[in-house]
């Protein structure tokens, strides 16, 4: 039986910016509640967990009329896909941020509905088993011409993640806040360098901890 011999394909240069729409309104929101003093604003910690990682972060909530909150986060998002992406085993991570509207009270009190839009910085590790020699559209698992190679990579990619999703706020007392998500979306890459690596659609539970002032 021929051995596995690995193959390291050479990671490429890794650079970003980002979008300029994305922080036009950035600027433009914080220039227009820079002045709202007296608004009730809450900061914390949030983590939300999907099938294939986790996402530890920052959240900073503010109130910009009596039933809407623009809310924001900073974090970073670790992955294992394990083989649910183009390779065998997909794994990795890297920084983002997040922007979104949430509607208070919506059904009932205490429920709120909510969308965001997630931007994602990841570097995923992926390998796979490759059978150097073998033509395009051909099963050479038996051919003996073929040698069994695990071919490594990374490939840096921007992921946008627009989700919708519900949570529910627990008051623990008049200024902590316990509020439990569930959010659906899509994972779509916008911007790769390197082999094209798993996306789709994603459901996350979280949690977030908040102190409100």
């Not at 036009?24 to 900061?43: H, R």
Request: hydrophobic share 40%; charged share 20%; proline share 5%.
């Amino acid at each position: 039986m021929k051995s596995v011999s690995p193959l390291k394909i050479a990671k490429q240069p890794f650079s970003f910016t980002l979008p300029k729409i994305m922080r036009t309104i950035l600027l433009l929101f914080f220039l227009s509640v820079s002045s709202a003093v007296f608004s009730q604003k809450s900061i914390g910690f949030e983590v939300q967990a999907y099938p294939a990682g986790v996402v530890p972060g920052l959240r900073f909530d503010i109130l910009i009329t009596n039933n809407s909150v623009f809310t924001s986060r900073a974090g970073y998002n670790f992955t294992d896909r394990r083989d649910w992406g183009k390779h065998d085993n997909e794994e990795g991570g890297g920084p983002g941020f997040s922007i979104g509207l949430i509607r208070k009270d919506v059904f009932t009190d205490d429920l709120n509905l909510h969308i965001r839009s997630d931007l994602w910085f990841m570097n995923i590790d992926w390998e796979e088993l490759r059978y150097i020699g073998c033509p395009e559209g051909f099963n050479c698992t038996q051919t003996l011409d073929a040698i069994p190679t695990l071919v490594t990579g990374t490939t840096n990619v921007t992921i946008f993640q627009p989700t919708i999703g519900l949570d529910y706020n627990f008051e623990l007392n008049p200024n902590v806040l316990l509020r439990p998500s569930v959010s659906f979306g899509y994972e779509i890459n916008v911007k790769t360098e390197g082999e094209d690596v798993g996306e789709g659609a994603i459901l996350l539970l979280g949690l977030n901890l908040a102190y409100q002032f």
